[in-house]
């Protein structure tokens, strides 16, 4: 049971994210269900009604049966690491606002876990997606919003939900887009010119008029074009490709910053054109590519 003074005070740190932390929808979410989830292990735990007062007191003991209870229950090391870092955000705010200490809960170390590199096409598996997805679709300019849009993914990195925001307004595209990303940040990324080709092909095509309240890439029926049409476009291609199930649309965008890493891009520049709010998410691309290279050497050095 969780007493309504910390069920308010929950609600109100979730709109902080929302409003003040840029936090998507999707982000506030996870939150709310981590943090709402920790609760009720503290309450079950304690024997009573978790509010203000026992949730200042929890301690490193408490912590550590949170922890091995979650593991008990098989949660992954991973997602623990995730539930105790939003734990840990929303017992910093609430220490703040009600001059609590909260050292036992924030040095709290999250469990070690093997991060998930990154899994990019190779350069002509990512060409040939784009030319392969055209081929899903009997209309023509499905057909060539299918390779403008897998194109916009691969060639500027684009997350779906990014390129699937744009509007009849970004039409034609310009040399640079301004692109709100994950928590409302915002960057610049330059537009190639097979991107805005392709982009102009699938409109000249398209039967919709683009107006610029409309979005740019529509279904059959005039609405939004859906993420998992995408998603499923990609998946007959690849199935007809011969290449596994991690060539998903967000792969494009890995294939984007490791081929742009290969070629000698700045590590701090793909950063930028990503919008990764830290440098670490893009170092991953560096393992990545480490990992490539010691691959050519095992095949190609004499001596291996």
């Given at each position: 049971?969780?007493?309504?003074?910390?069920?308010?005070?929950?609600?109100?740190?979730?709109?902080?994210?929302?409003?003040?932390?840029?936090?998507?929808?999707?982000?506030?979410?996870?939150?709310?269900?981590?943090?709402?989830?920790?609760?009720?292990?503290?309450?079950?735990?304690?024997?009573?009604?978790?509010?203000?007062?026992?949730?200042?007191?929890?301690?490193?003991?408490?912590?550590?049966?949170?922890?091995?209870?979650?593991?008990?229950?098989?949660?992954?090391?991973?997602?623990?690491?995730?539930?105790?870092?939003?734990?840990?955000?929303?017992?910093?705010?609430?220490?703040?606002?009600?001059?609590?200490?909260?050292?036992?809960?924030?040095?709290?170390?999250?469990?070690?876990?093997?991060?998930?590199?990154?899994?990019?096409?190779?350069?002509?598996?990512?060409?040939?997606?784009?030319?392969?997805?055209?081929?899903?679709?009997?209309?023509?300019?499905?057909?060539?919003?299918?390779?403008?849009?897998?194109?916009?993914?691969?060639?500027?990195?684009?997350?779906?939900?990014?390129?699937?925001?744009?509007?009849?307004?970004?039409?034609?595209?310009?040399?640079?887009?301004?692109?709100?990303?994950?928590?409302?940040?915002?960057?610049?990324?330059?537009?190639?010119?097979?991107?805005?080709?392709?982009?102009?092909?699938?409109?000249?095509?398209?039967?919709?008029?683009?107006?610029?309240?409309?979005?740019?890439?529509?279904?059959?029926r005039g609405r939004g074009l859906n993420p998992r049409?995408?998603?499923?476009?990609?998946?007959?291609?690849?199935?007809?490709?011969?290449?596994?199930?991690?060539?998903?649309?967000?792969?494009?965008?890995?294939?984007?910053?490791?081929?742009?890493?290969?070629?000698?891009?700045?590590?701090?520049?793909?950063?930028?054109?990503?919008?990764?709010?830290?440098?670490?998410?893009?170092?991953?691309?560096?393992?990545?590519?480490?990992?490539?290279?010691?691959?050519?050497?095992?095949?190609?050095?004499?001596?291996?």
């Amino acid at each position: 049971m969780i007493a309504p003074a910390l069920t308010h005070a929950l609600a109100e740190w979730l709109d902080h994210a929302r409003a003040i932390d840029g936090a998507a929808d999707n982000t506030v979410k996870a939150y709310q269900a981590d943090v709402l989830g920790f609760l009720a292990f503290m309450s079950q735990h304690n024997g009573g009604q978790q509010g203000l007062g026992p949730i200042a007191r929890i301690g490193v003991r408490d912590m550590r049966s949170w922890m091995a209870h979650a593991r008990a229950g098989g949660v992954g090391a991973r997602t623990l690491a995730r539930q105790l870092s939003a734990v840990k955000t929303f017992y910093r705010w609430l220490a703040e606002r009600e001059g609590f200490e909260p050292t036992a809960v924030l040095s709290t170390r999250a469990p070690k876990f093997q991060r998930k590199l990154p899994r990019p096409l190779a350069e002509d598996a990512a060409t040939a997606m784009i030319d392969t997805v055209e081929l899903q679709a009997t209309e023509a300019w499905v057909a060539a919003r299918n390779s403008a849009v897998v194109t916009l993914l691969y060639g500027c990195g684009l997350r779906i939900s990014e390129a699937l925001s744009l509007t009849g307004a970004d039409h034609p595209l310009p040399a640079t887009l301004r692109i709100t990303g994950k928590g409302g940040k915002e960057r610049i990324v330059p537009v190639i010119d097979a991107a805005r080709a392709a982009v102009g092909s699938y409109v000249a095509l398209a039967p919709f008029e683009q107006t610029a309240d409309q979005p740019l890439f529509r279904g059959v029926r005039g609405r939004g074009l859906n993420p998992r049409m995408v998603q499923k476009v990609m998946e007959r291609a690849r199935m007809q490709l011969g290449l596994p199930a991690t060539a998903t649309p967000h792969a494009m965008r890995h294939s984007f910053a490791t081929h742009l890493l290969t070629a000698g891009g700045d590590l701090r520049a793909i950063q930028e054109l990503l919008g990764h709010a830290s440098l670490s998410t893009t170092q991953a691309y560096t393992a990545v590519d480490t990992a490539r290279l010691l691959e050519v050497y095992d095949k190609a050095h004499p001596r291996a």
